[in-house]
């Protein structure tokens, strides 16, 4: 019997008949597989370099200012800012028609600054600070409207404090708090003080109205330092001051505590909490990161 083998290719291919997809065996992460200048991802990649260009801006700015900067079409931007705001990572004031960073994105910063550089950084200057005062210090981030304690150094006989490590506390209450809000943007302060509802009380001291908040903080930049007496516990003051990054953003402010009765005034504690600022925004930007003006 004779078998008849089928025979394969017994037609001439024409590679013009189909089109032709090669498929790759290479890994995607092969640098082959990307092309060069191309995002895998373009809404990613559009997104955060909206958040990175407004991080790195004094204030608030207009859509299309962002649009021309980032070229990004319009339509596009307005449907990515829809959405970081609703995610909180924007804020829009309306009246001026302009877009700021918004509290997620202060968490972010936060959740950064506790994981590593900031704590491990400051913790000696925070130390340092407590054993030149006598008094118990402590180093803080913004996480939305509240201050997180990432760092306390308790004095010697001094009382306990409820700053402890992880504690937060409502910012406009505290002098690390107010020393990190006045050096954000007006704008910035009104969308996480919109009304008299955003403010938390403890001991019935401190500002309950936008307008007491700005009178407060426009003190805080005329003296270069913040201050509290009471706010947020009876019989204890403190005095704090930011710690800014090389675009003028507060990333942290450090402060000492001390009981009412004491002579001790906040301008005596002033020059050696800005110097333990200047070192600990050496420590984490190099020694030419500058401050901008706001």
């Keep these: 019997m004779t078998v008849v083998m089928p025979r394969f290719h017994t037609v001439p291919l024409a590679w013009d008949r189909w089109a032709w997809h090669p498929v790759s065996v290479?890994?995607?992460n092969s640098p082959a597989s990307e092309s060069p200048g191309r995002p895998q991802v373009p809404a990613a990649d559009q997104t955060l370099r909206i958040l990175t260009f407004l991080a790195r801006q004094r204030g608030p700015i207009a859509a299309s200012t962002l649009a021309t900067h980032l070229g990004i079409p319009r339509s596009s931007m307005y449907h990515l800012l829809a959405t970081l705001e609703e995610h909180g990572f924007v804020v829009h004031v309306p009246s001026e028609r302009r877009w700021g960073l918004g509290t997620a994105a202060f968490e972010l910063a936060g959740g950064y600054a506790r994981q590593q550089p900031l704590a491990r950084l400051g913790r000696p200057l925070v130390a340092a600070l407590a054993d030149r005062t006598g008094e118990s210090a402590h180093l803080a981030v913004m996480t939305g409207s509240d201050v997180l304690y990432i760092v306390e150094e308790r004095a010697p006989r001094r009382p306990a404090l409820v700053t402890d490590v992880g504690v937060r506390l409502p910012a406009h209450l505290t002098a690390t708090g107010r020393a990190m809000l006045a050096a954000l943007p007006r704008e910035q302060v009104r969308a996480l003080y919109p009304g008299s509802a955003s403010f938390a009380d403890r001991t019935g001291r401190g500002p309950r109205r936008p307008g007491e908040l700005r009178e407060v903080l426009r003190q805080?930049?005329?003296d270069g330092f913040a201050t509290e007496d009471g706010e947020v516990t009876l019989g204890l003051r403190s005095v704090g001051v930011a710690v800014r990054d090389h675009a003028g953003w507060p990333v942290?402010?450090?402060?000492?505590?001390?009981?009412?009765?004491s002579a001790q005034q906040a301008s005596t504690f002033a020059a050696l909490l800005e110097a333990a600022a200047a070192e600990l925004r050496r420590r984490l930007y190099g020694s030419g990161a500058g401050v901008s003006a706001r």
């Design 220 to 222: 805080v930049r005329v």
């Design 252 to 261: 942290a402010a450090v402060a000492v505590t001390w009981p009412d009765d």
């Design 26 to 28: 290479m890994s995607d």
